[in-house]
């Protein structure tokens, strides 16, 4: 990965080209660079961003220069099997901005005005960037089906479990249970009021939720993303409960399951993938502040350290790791 100077080019009729103002590291642009996730390359990283209209293409209606947007970087195609059913985030020929065309890693992006949202003026572009990820966690809430009074655990508390669990706490969850290895995370896990918040290498997960729950949880949301977890979660959830795999295990891993636990349990296993139809209600959240992300640790980093940024944010010290072209 590299910093290059390079031309803009001419923009389509029904392009926008955005001033990029921030652009946040996903753990997919960190899968991408490590070679574990698919993309499309020499291509410019970056899928979480927000920015300024700078200029837009001749059919282009809802948007004129100085706008403040934001991307939803998946586009889908509207004409497959899968989007023709109403399944558009399972689109056959999905691409997206930052993965397999050009993204948010750079001064300025060329994005097709379909895939741009307007940014109320109250949500920084800090905030804004963030769009993205927790439209992906509204649906992994929403596929989590969480009634008023459930007990619901999440397990990890990165960027994408802290939302969920505000989500969740959305939802009218009763008792919400956080697992997580790490202390500040544990820590923000708190300060944003989980009910319990678990060490996984000191105390004993699966005792404190049965002390803690009637026979389990009603839900259990998974977002670190291994083997230990995707295994603990079903440990975890009482009968006719619901597991959803949101965080991503490495392609090839495996983990034991009796189908008979599934039956006896009456369990409901789902997978959770990208934002279909989700954007919206993320930026309406963040417009009536109902997702606070000042307690999320966030460091920024110029353009020019993109790849100092990279290999900061695997050290997961922080939340999230910034994008700040402007810098
Ligand atoms: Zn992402
Ligand atoms: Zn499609």
Redo the contacts with the bound molecule.
């Keep these: 990965m590299r910093i290059k100077e390079r031309k803009i080019r001419k923009i389509m009729p029904n392009e926008v080209l955005i001033r990029v103002r921030a652009c946040s590291i996903c753990g997919t642009d960190i899968h991408i660079f490590d070679g574990s996730a698919n993309s499309n390359p020499p291509v410019i990283l970056g899928h979480e961003y927000a920015g300024t209209v700078e200029d837009v293409g001749k059919s282009v209606v809802r948007f004129k220069i100085g706008d403040r947007v934001v991307v939803d970087p998946n586009i ?5 099997y ?2 023709r059913r109403g399944f ?1 985030h399972l ?4 691409i997206a901005l930052g993965v397999h065309i050009d993204g948010g890693f750079a001064e300025y992006s060329i994005v097709p005005e379909i895939q741009l949202y307007k940014l109320p003026d109250n949500i920084p572009f800090e905030w804004g960037c963030l769009t993205e990820p927790l439209s992906c966690s509204i649906h992994g809430v929403d596929l989590a089906d969480i009634k008023v009074g459930d007990t619901v655990v999440i397990l990890g508390a990165g960027a994408i479990g802290l939302m969920i669990m505000q989500l969740a706490r959305l939802c009218g969850t009763g008792k919400l249970i956080v697992v997580e290895p790490n202390k500040e995370r544990r820590e923000i896990a708190r300060m944003l009021k989980a009910d319990i918040v678990i060490d996984p290498a000191e105390e004993d997960v699966g005792d404190i939720i049965m002390r803690n729950s009637y026979d389990g949880a009603d839900a259990v949301i998974e977002c670190a993303g291994n083997p230990q977890t995707a295994r603990l979660a079903l440990d975890l959830v009482r009968r006719g409960g619901r597991v959803v795999f949101f965080g991503v295990c490495d392609r090839d891993v495996k983990i034991n399951i009796k189908p008979w636990e599934i039956y006896l349990k009456e369990l409901t296993i789902k997978g959770s993938y990208i934002n279909p139809n989700t954007f919206s209600r993320a930026i309406e959240l963040l417009t009536l502040n109902k997702i606070d992300l000042t307690e999320f640790n966030i460091k920024r980093f110029s353009l020019g350290e993109l790849l100092k940024a990279f290999e900061y944010h695997k050290e997961r010290k922080v939340i999230k790791t910034l994008i700040i072209p402007e810098t």
Excluded at 76 to 80: E, F, I, K, V
Excluded at 91 to 94: G, I, S, T, V
């Design positions: 889908t195609c509207g004409h497959c899968y989007c558009i689109c056959e020929n999905l």
